[in-house]
Each structure stands twice: as C-alpha cells, then as structure tokens.
C-alpha cells in the first residue's frame, strides 16, 4: 500500500492551499483517513481525520480555516487549507487506517510528507 500526497508549497499569509492524498495498492477498505503535522523538534499532531462516513474532527487552531473532505471511489482525502498563518508551517503527512484484504485487520499507513510554508 502507498499514499502518495500532494500539494505542498511555498504560499503567503491568509493564502490558500490544497492538499491532496491518494492510496493505492492492496485496498480492500479504509476507516479513517486524515492529515497530520509536524515541524523541527515536535512530535507529529493530528490536524484533521474523517470517517468512512464522512464524521470529521479538527484540531482547534485550524478549525473554521481547514476543511477535510474524501472521496471513497478513489480511496483520497484532501485538506483544503484557506486563511493559513505563519504557525501552519509543517510537514504535513497523510494518515489512512487500511485492511488490505476481507478477514485482514485494520493497519496504519503514513505517506512521505509534504512541506507546507507559510511565509511572506
């Protein structure tokens, strides 16, 4: 299984950006999907995840700025980053819970990141 992102960038305060992840491989479904963070020196933290069915959750300084949204035919999540702050700056990294066969159990799957800078 890979999860392959994109979207990461270079974009001035109160911009926009749009991250993209896509898994592909052995699928044979997928429960959570989401996007975490990181930056030098910090441990990685959840910035948003989604249910299968759509139930969302956000970390609070991104809430009413971030929007979390998949598609299940294509097994993507994407964050839709609006009004980004110079403290969004991280590597963002996608996160997707995956039982790759029928009987199999759910296992956690990271993508390779990608960098997010928020800068004038």
């Known amino acids: 299984v890979q999860l392959v992102e994109s979207g990461g960038g270079l974009v001035q305060p109160g911009g926009s950006l749009r991250l993209s992840c896509a898994a592909s491989g052995s699928i044979f479904s997928i429960s959570d999907m989401g996007w975490y963070r990181q930056t030098p020196g910090q441990q990685r933290e959840l910035v948003s995840s989604?249910?299968?069915?759509?139930?969302?959750n956000y970390l609070d300084s991104v809430m009413g700025r971030f929007i979390i949204s998949r598609d299940n035919a294509k097994n993507a999540v994407y964050l839709q980053m609006n009004s980004l702050k110079p403290e969004d700056t991280a590597v963002y990294y996608c996160?997707?819970?995956?039982?790759?066969?029928?009987?199999?159990?759910?296992?956690?799957?990271w993508g390779q990141g990608t960098q997010v800078t928020v800068s004038s």
């Open positions: 996160n997707a819970r995956i039982r790759q066969y029928r009987l199999a159990p759910y296992s956690t799957h």
């Open positions: 989604s249910t299968s069915i759509g139930d969302t």
